[in-house]
């Protein structure tokens, strides 16, 4: 319940400088993959999806937008489990 409270109040109460829970310097040490699907909502502004996308060594970004039509949403999840194949962790 400690690691809980402590990590609603930083996402909450002490708002990193960047998105909500953490700082533009910890994101470019981000050394996991990740897969930004951009937006463009109060919450998830395009902007800032981009800009993650940017610092993060291993970003990959899908298409925008992809929630307009089925077809993009298609996209989206084939390319989301692409994505998901090559980053399969190996094995110790």
């Known amino acids: 319940m400690e690691m809980v409270h402590d990590f609603l109040t930083s996402m909450y109460t002490n708002r990193a400088d960047f998105v909500f829970a953490v700082s533009r310097d910890?994101?470019?040490t981000i050394k996991t993959p990740l897969l930004i699907?951009?937006?463009d909502v109060p919450?998830?502004?395009y902007?800032?999806?981009m800009e993650?996308?940017?610092l993060a060594p291993k970003a990959e970004v899908t298409i925008y937008p992809?929630?307009?039509s089925p077809e993009h949403v298609d996209e989206i999840v084939e390319h989301a489990r692409r994505f998901l194949k090559a980053h399969v962790p190996a094995r110790a």
């Open 37 to 39: 699907a951009p937006d």
């Open 26 to 28: 910890f994101v470019r």
């Open 66 to 68: 992809w929630k307009d």
């Open 52 to 54: 993650a996308a940017r």
């Open 47 to 49: 902007k800032l999806a």
């Open 43 to 45: 919450a998830h502004p």
